[in-house]
């Protein structure tokens, strides 16, 4: 019997049948020992082999099916260990905001990174656009010229106001989407408003920290009015990049690839190597200088932790 992951929590995963029937499930022992590299052996998206138990009514996982791609961040709560965020994406959508909470450039590009890394398309989606008066307009302007210059399509939307929605809808029809973004950004709220009979829990942000609290405690998938899927995630506060060791860190920024070809040594890192095509064009602004800082900011993080294990 075959199957789809719509949620998980752990310890039960809920899978849909092809005929639409749910069936709770758990996995395997064998599944678990195989999955010990992370945090999870199976996640939301996953297609998958069951069978069911001698009642008919709860199922064991056996196989997970080849997945056509997924998505991982270090575990935040169990050092090394990867955690699969999702399975078999169509798109990934991120959600981020200018102002409350601010905007988090170091979240995005991380989150970019292993998009990149894993080969799944990304649309930013920048969120409380009514937010957004003279006095971000600036703010605006150099978001929209960073993402959209290096192949990124980017929508201004308000879930509060429900504008922009349409828009949106049309990058979701008929696909699998993850949806994602740090806490606070209004990421269950847009859902609510995409899904109007779905009624996910809401909260403001904190008072005391300006950041967002948590609603979302597990992943799960809902289907779409007009086709397609959402994965909602919980949201996260940190991207920890896994996966991505630094000498392969720059075939992750797409802006960087006509030029290193350029450069005087194969394995440029474009540090402080000379005749770097990269650096050279970072100085003429051929590419963002900004996004080159961001750059060489993941680098030195990637060779601070456990540099042994990722540059071998």
């Not at 008072?207 to 948590?214: A, I």
Request: overall charge positive; charged content about 25%; proline content about 4%.
């Amino acid at each position: 019997m075959k199957g789809r992951i719509i949620k998980t929590t752990g310890s039960w995963q809920w899978v849909q049948l092809d005929n639409g029937t749910m069936v709770e499930c758990r996995t395997r022992g064998k599944l678990r020992m195989e999955g010990l590299s992370t945090t999870n052996p199976v996640a939301v998206g996953d297609y998958v082999e069951l069978e069911f138990d001698e009642n008919q009514s709860k199922g064991s996982i056996k196989i997970i099916l080849q997945r056509n791609n997924y998505i991982v961040r270090k575990s935040p709560k169990q050092g090394k260990q990867r955690h699969v965020l999702a399975a078999n994406i169509d798109l990934a959508v991120l959600i981020s905001t200018l102002k409350h909470p601010a905007v988090k450039y170091g979240f995005i590009d991380r989150f970019l990174t292993s998009c990149q890394l894993f080969h799944i398309p990304v649309l930013i989606v920048v969120n409380k656009e009514d937010l957004i008066n003279h006095e971000l307009n600036d703010e605006w302007q150099f978001f929209q010229s960073t993402y959209q210059a290096i192949g990124y399509p980017l929508l201004r939307i308000s879930a509060l106001k429900r504008t922009g929605l349409e828009a949106l809808m049309k990058y979701l029809k008929n696909k699998t989407c993850l949806i994602t973004g740090n806490s606070g950004v209004g990421k269950s709220l847009l859902i609510n408003r995409l899904i109007p009979d779905l009624n996910l829990k809401t909260a403001p942000l904190s008072k005391f920290t300006g950041k967002g609290k948590h609603t979302t405690t597990f992943s799960q998938m809902y289907p779409l009015p007009e086709g397609g899927f959402l994965i909602d995630t919980p949201g996260i506060k940190e991207w920890k990049l896994s996966d991505v060791k630094p000498r392969e860190l720059a075939h992750y920024f797409p802006e960087f690839m006509r030029f290193m070809k350029d450069c005087k040594f194969q394995d440029c890192q474009h540090l402080e190597e000379p005749d770097c095509a990269v650096k050279i064009a970072v100085e003429n602004t051929e590419i963002s200088p900004f996004r080159y800082e961001q750059y060489l900011n993941i680098y030195r993080e990637l060779k601070a932790v456990n540099y042994w294990e990722l540059d071998d």
